[in-house]
């Protein structure tokens, strides 16, 4: 993607995220973001076909870049550029979210939050379905894997929502240590996941 493309969806993109601390998404307009990103029209919709493509596509690339930031064990800007990335991918999700370098946690509390919990689970579940097919199957083998792969990512949201609501009072390796203890009974989180 050319640069001039890139630096109009970043504008549209940060637009966006500015009211969506003001209202719902579903009560903004596409006038309201191409005001606020000081793009024209024609410029938006040479970008995005509707307003919840560009919903999609920013929950896409955020999303995108948090798991495969996770996934990555060479990954060394922020937090890791003078130390190597955590073996478990989790505790790595829980340092980038706490590093939240793109804003991710407001998008997670603002007013069309459920949204964005949604787009943020389904790239979690492609994570952890990746991570089970590779698996030793233990005492879950005859358990669903789409029951497997929601129950963890569904409490590893509540996990991170849990911390919010607490105003994020717990380091990133003490909330690993929760996680792992709920899930613990349920699927062994070994060192690499």
């Not at 969506?20 to 191409?34: A, R, W």
């Not at 190597?84 to 340092?95: E, G, R, T």
């Not at 003490?174 to 989180?189: H, K």
Request: hydrophobic residues 40%.
């Amino acid at each position: 993607m050319d640069r001039r493309r890139q630096k109009t969806r970043e504008a549209v993109f940060a637009a966006l995220g500015r009211l969506l601390k003001q209202k719902s998404h579903h009560k903004i307009t596409v006038q309201e973001i191409i005001d606020e990103a000081n793009v024209g029209r024609t410029t938006f919709y040479a970008h995005f076909e509707t307003k919840d493509d560009l919903l999609r596509e920013l929950c896409e690339e955020l999303f995108a870049h948090i798991v495969d930031s996770a996934l990555d064990a060479a990954h060394t800007h922020g937090r890791y550029s003078d130390a190597p990335a955590p073996n478990s991918v989790f505790l790595h999700l829980f340092q980038h979210l706490e590093q939240d370098d793109r804003n991710v946690l407001e998008l997670l509390c603002c007013k069309s939050s459920d949204l964005f919990l949604r787009y943020f689970k389904d790239s979690l579940n492609a994570m952890v379905r990746s991570w089970l097919s590779g698996a030793s199957h233990g005492e879950w083998e005859d358990l669903p894997e789409d029951f497997l792969v929601n129950h963890i990512s569904s409490t590893f949201v509540e996990t991170v929502l849990w911390w919010l609501k607490n105003r994020r009072k717990q380091a990133p390796e003490e909330l690993m240590r929760y996680f792992g203890t709920v899930l613990g009974p349920v699927v062994a989180l070994e060192d690499e996941f």
